[in-house]
């Protein structure tokens, strides 16, 4: 495979996995709280889909380090396959919340065997055929494809929902055969072979050890790890909050069409922000420069969040949708350039798992700030909900001013990461 091949299959997969994902993500909130959960349940339900990413982050990429990234893609596919059906089973009976818990937790079982697997595949194929260009602006487009895939699956989601809420999980199903069917057909493991020293036991164990090695122990990793814990459960709290939140502004609590849209626009600004990594590139001298520009801005866009309760209605509407919109816009500029640093000081031996050792440590700090936050929006409201989320955001701050200290060479946004590791 070319290069542009394996970059074409990156950005189709991406398309098809957001695309598939998307479907339900306008309207999930609604649909929780339609089958008779109440808000904090539906937080806790989840904050389980968090609990399940978290503890099955590091053994699924323990498997794409082991058995092939191409084989975690798939399984990660099928497993949300099952998830997904078992949702709309749920639903229909009401079940009860401990059911609800089970399935979030299987459904983040599934996301976890995609994440690092295919970042470590794209990175591990691009080295491997020679890529001269910048890994990050790959993963740009990458952040413009997905936000063009989640622009439309929540805008048809958000519509399919208005007509009846069980049928965006339908479509979702649909298009997860499409994405396990384009895996086998188009997705090969190149310039990676698992190494089998021993049992798979032992290998895992071996992979493992020096996976902390290169994560935990690994200075400008273990950093970003702790700045993941603010960050990544702060920002799925308020990515499903803003459903009954916007429709609390607008006044209008039975216009599910209207989270559908607003899910829409922050895909447009998805795809705007990935496409101008670029642009900042080469504005700013240091990947950690757009990080910091990007936790600062959104944290103070966050609590201004909240406070557009405060005024008449709509124009609390309009003035959230607008801050959030900013919010996802510099969060899809700043995602590519972490993911470019990681990659470029982490081995590709272990460069799976200690991804997913990265994505672990956020998804701990969502199972803790998901039920809190949903405490919180219980008790007073969601407007102080989003205030409290943004200033937790604001709180990566000083662990990313320590990776900039840090002075690397991965830090300097005019360097090629095409050589890997």
Do not use: C
Request: net charge positive; aromatic share 10%.
């Amino acid at each position: 495979m070319t290069s542009r091949r394996i970059v074409n299959t990156y950005l189709l997969l991406s398309f098809l996995q957001t695309l598939a994902a998307s479907f339900i993500w306008g309207v999930n909130t609604l649909f929780l709280l339609d089958a008779g959960l109440s808000l904090t349940e539906a937080f806790v339900a989840n904050a389980a889909f968090t609990a399940g990413m978290m503890i099955f982050e590091v053994p699924t990429g323990v498997v794409a380090d082991t058995v092939g990234r191409r084989t975690s893609f798939i399984l990660g596919a099928v497993t949300l396959l099952i998830s997904t059906l078992a949702y709309l089973g749920l639903w229909q009976i009401q079940g009860g919340i401990l059911l609800w818990i089970l399935v979030s937790a299987l459904i983040g079982l599934g996301f976890t065997f995609f994440t690092g697997a295919t970042e470590a595949w794209l990175v591990d194929a691009l080295d491997a055929t020679g890529y001269k260009g910048g890994v990050d602006r790959v993963f740009g487009k990458g952040q413009s494809v997905m936000g063009a895939a989640m622009l439309i699956g929540t805008v048809s989601g958000g519509f399919l929902g208005q007509v009846n809420l069980a049928l965006p999980y339908l479509f979702r199903s649909g298009a997860l055969v499409a994405v396990i069917a384009a895996a086998l057909i188009l997705m090969r493991d190149i310039g990676f072979t698992p190494e089998r020293n021993g049992s798979v036991a032992q290998e895992m164990r071996l992979l493992l050890r020096a996976s902390v090695e290169h994560g935990l122990r690994n200075p400008p990793v273990r950093l970003f790890m702790f700045a993941a814990l603010f960050a990544d459960g702060v920002f799925i709290w308020i990515f499903y909050a803003f459903q009954p939140y916007l429709l609390e502004l607008l006044g209008d609590p039975s216009a599910v069409y209207v989270a559908g849209i607003a899910a829409a626009v922050f895909a447009i600004a998805q795809m705007v922000g990935g496409s101008s990594v670029g642009f900042f590139a080469n504005r700013f001298n240091s990947r950690t420069s757009v990080l910091l520009l990007n936790v600062g801005v959104a944290g103070i866009g966050l609590v201004l969040v909240g406070a557009a309760d405060l005024l008449p209605t709509p124009a609390g509407f309009w003035v959230a949708v607008a801050l959030l919109t900013m919010v996802a816009m510099l969060g899809a500029v700043a995602t590519p350039m972490r993911q470019a640093y990681l990659n470029a000081v982490i081995p590709s031996r272990q460069r799976a798992t200690v991804l997913s050792f990265s994505s672990l440590m956020g998804s701990a700090g969502g199972v803790v700030a998901q039920p809190a936050l949903g405490r919180v929006a219980d008790v007073w409201s969601l407007a102080v909900g989003y205030v409290v989320g943004g200033i937790i955001y604001l709180i990566q701050l000083p662990f990313i001013f320590r990776v900039k200290r840090l002075g690397l060479q991965a830090d300097e946004t005019a360097k090629s990461d095409s050589r890997g590791a």
